[in-house]
């Protein structure tokens, strides 16, 4: 059984910078795609970034483009979402997510395994 946990959400002011990590076990990841997520208060949940897991190979919503950072340390099975230059708009709960088929996707629906989330919180 997947599991995926992240941690490293807080609180920080505009213009800081947090380290999100998302550990998985119960699975061989070589195959998939991971990305994280994220949800604000009464919105959907939105694609910030994905990483293939075996390649490295990255993509970003524009809106993190050139801030925020997706890598992988595949002998801790560990995944990391560096956030620089954040703003209040980056406020939200933010997820890991596993993808079993090897594409860069950034539709939620094709996630097939979640984290429980971490807050993160900018104020201004």
């Known amino acids: 059984q997947v599991q995926l946990v992240e941690s490293g959400g807080g609180l920080v002011q505009a213009g800081g910078s947090l380290r999100l990590s998302c550990a998985a076990s119960g699975g061989t990841f070589n195959s998939y795609a991971m990305g994280w997520f994220r949800q604000s208060s009464g919105k959907e949940r939105r694609f910030v970034a994905t990483?293939?897991?075996?390649?490295?190979?990255?993509y970003y919503a524009d809106s993190v483009k050139g801030r925020f950072t997706i890598s992988r340390d595949t002998a801790k099975n560990t995944m990391y979402l560096q956030m620089n230059g954040l703003k209040p708009e980056d406020t939200a709960v933010y997820y890991c997510a596993a993808d079993r088929t090897i594409g860069l996707t950034t539709s939620p629906q094709r996630y097939d395994y979640w984290g429980q989330g971490t807050q993160v919180t900018v104020s201004s």
């Open positions: 990483i293939k897991w075996s390649g490295g190979n990255t």
